[in-house]
């Protein structure tokens, strides 16, 4: 029954920025890790940012120093920054959340984010 509802997502240009958000609806829940995956055209899903409910963070080498993602433990949404953004990095970003650690996860539906000029 919990839904993850994902926002922000578009179009961009190389360099510029965009923020992700992504928040339970349908239920009322509290998550131990939130986070984002992409997936580009023609390839596998991968991790980009997750983030505890503690403030731990993890990152995929390709984002470090580019993406800050962030929660707000009192709403349950999680939000990812991303700033200098290259074409590299379109793709469909999906939402995760595990209620605790190594229990099965709840995917959002994905929202496109393209960097072109």
Do not use: H
Not at 87 to 103: I, K
């Amino acid at each position: 029954q919990v839904q993850l509802v994902e926002s922000g997502g578009g179009l961009v240009q190389p360099g510029g920025s965009l923020r992700l958000s992504c928040a339970p609806s349908g239920s009322i829940s509290s998550f131990y890790l939130m986070g984002w995956y992409r997936q580009a055209p023609g390839k596998q899903r991968e991790l980009a940012a997750t983030i505890t409910n503690t403030g731990s963070t993890n990152y995929a080498d390709s984002v470090k120093g580019r993406f800050t993602v962030s929660r707000d433990n009192a709403k349950n949404t999680v939000y990812l920054q991303m700033n200098s953004l290259k074409s590299e990095d379109t793709a469909v970003y999906y939402c995760y959340a595990a209620r605790w650690p190594g229990s099965t996860g709840v995917w959002g539906q994905g929202t496109l984010v393209t960097v072109s000029s």
